[in-house]
C-alpha cells in the first residue's frame, strides 16, 4: 500500500488536478492547449536534450536493455494489429493506428516520474536511454507500417523521405537528435545557458502531467469497448510481461529491469490518439484507450512495483 500512496497516486493526482480544473472550467480548453505546446514543444525537449547530451552513452545502452524493451513495444504493436484485424474485423488502416496504441507507451509524461519517485533521480539512466529512441522508433514503425498499407502495391520509393519529415516535424524527436549531437561532438553547454535550459527542464513534468489531465477529459469513452479493452490489456500487460521474460534472460542489471519494466508498463501515451489523428483512423479507439489505460494504469502500475526486486 506504501507503493501505491508514496509513489503512484502522487502522478496521478497532479494529472487528476488539470482533469477536474477543465472538467470543472477552472482551466480552459485554449489554457490546456497552450500548456501542452509549451510542455511539449519546449519543455520537454529541452528535458530530454539535456538528459541526452549529458549521458555516458558507453555506459548506458546496451544492446539487451533496449532490445528487450522494443521487442516488448514490437510485440504490443503485432498483438494490436493482429487483433484489430482478425478479431474485431478493422480494416488495414485502422488496424495500424490501434497497433500504434499498444506499441506507444508514456515512457515520459508518465515513466519518468513514477521511476524517479519509486527509485531516485540517479535510477533514470536507464529511462533516458529508453525514452531516446521512443519517438523516432515508434513513429518509423508506426508511419513505415502505414505508408505501405495505404500504398497496396504501389511503388514505396518515397516512402523513407515521407517517414524522416514526418519524424522531424516532432520537437520532441528534435529535441533527442540535438542531445545525441552535443554528446557525440564533445561539446560542453556553456554554463550560462545550460542554467536556463535547466530552469526550463524543471517546468516540464508538473505542468505536462496537469497538461495531460486537461487533454485527457476531452477523450471520453465512446463505444468499441472491447477492442479499448483488448489494446489496453496489450500495453499494460503484455508489453511488460515480454520485457520481463526477455531482460530476466538477458541479465539487465537490477536498475535496468526496473527502467523497462516501468517504462513498459504505461498507459498508451497521448502520442497513440496523435497518430490515430493524423491518419484520421480509430480516433475513438486511441483516445478512449489512453483515458481508459491511464485510469488502469493506478492499479497495474501499482501491480508490477510491487513484485519488483
Not at 249 to 277: C, D, K, Q, W
Request: net charge positive; aromatic share 12%; hydrophobic share 55%.
Amino acid at each position: 500500500m506504501s507503493v501505491l500512496l508514496d509513489v503512484v497516486l502522487p502522478v496521478f493526482i497532479v494529472l487528476c488536478f488539470g482533469y477536474v480544473a477543465v472538467w470543472r472550467g477552472l482551466f480552459s480548453d485554449s489554457g490546456v492547449d497552450g500548456l501542452m505546446k509549451f510542455t511539449q514543444g519546449f519543455a520537454l525537449p529541452c528535458l530530454l536534450f539535456r538528459a541526452i547530451s549529458t549521458l555516458d552513452l558507453g555506459q548506458s545502452f546496451n544492446l539487451p536493455l533496449l532490445g528487450s524493451f522494443y521487442a516488448g513495444a514490437l510485440m504490443g504493436f503485432a498483438a494490436g494489429l493482429a487483433g484489430a484485424r482478425l478479431i474485431f474485423k478493422r480494416d488495414w488502416e485502422d488496424a495500424v493506428a490501434i497497433g500504434f496504441v499498444g506499441l506507444f507507451s508514456n515512457s515520459l509524461l508518465l515513466g519518468l516520474p513514477i521511476t524517479e519517485r519509486a527509485y531516485g533521480a540517479g535510477a533514470l539512466t536507464a529511462n533516458y536511454a529508453i525514452i531516446s529512441f521512443h519517438a523516432p522508433f515508434c513513429y518509423a514503425v508506426g508511419i513505415t507500417t502505414m505508408e505501405i498499407v495505404r500504398a497496396r502495391g504501389a511503388s514505396l520509393a518515397l516512402l523513407p523521405a515521407k517517414v524522416l519529415r514526418a519524424m522531424f516535424r516532432n520537437a520532441l524527436v528534435i529535441g533527442i537528435a540535438l542531445g545525441f549531437a552535443v554528446n557525440l561532438s564533445g561539446y560542453h553547454v556553456p554554463g550560462v545557458l545550460a542554467d536556463a535550459i535547466d530552469l526550463m527542464t524543471r517546468a516540464a513534468l508538473p505542468a505536462a502531467l496537469f497538461g495531460l489531465g486537461g487533454v485527457l477529459y476531452r477523450y471520453r469513452p465512446e463505444g468499441d469497448l472491447r477492442t479499448i479493452l483488448y489494446i489496453t490489456g496489450c500495453s499494460l500487460l503484455l508489453h511488460p510481461a515480454v520485457v520481463w521474460m526477455l531482460g530476466s534472460a538477458l541479465g539487465l542489471s537490477t536498475a535496468e529491469f526496473r527502467s523497462a519494466i516501468i517504462t513498459s508498463s504505461m498507459a498508451p501515451g497521448v502520442n497513440a490518439y496523435v497518430f490515430a489523428n493524423m491518419y484520421g483512423r480509430a480516433r475513438r479507439v486511441a483516445a478512449s484507450a489512453v483515458l481508459i489505460g491511464t485510469a488502469l494504469s493506478v492499479l497495474s502500475v501499482w501491480g508490477w512495483l510491487a513484485i519488483l526486486p
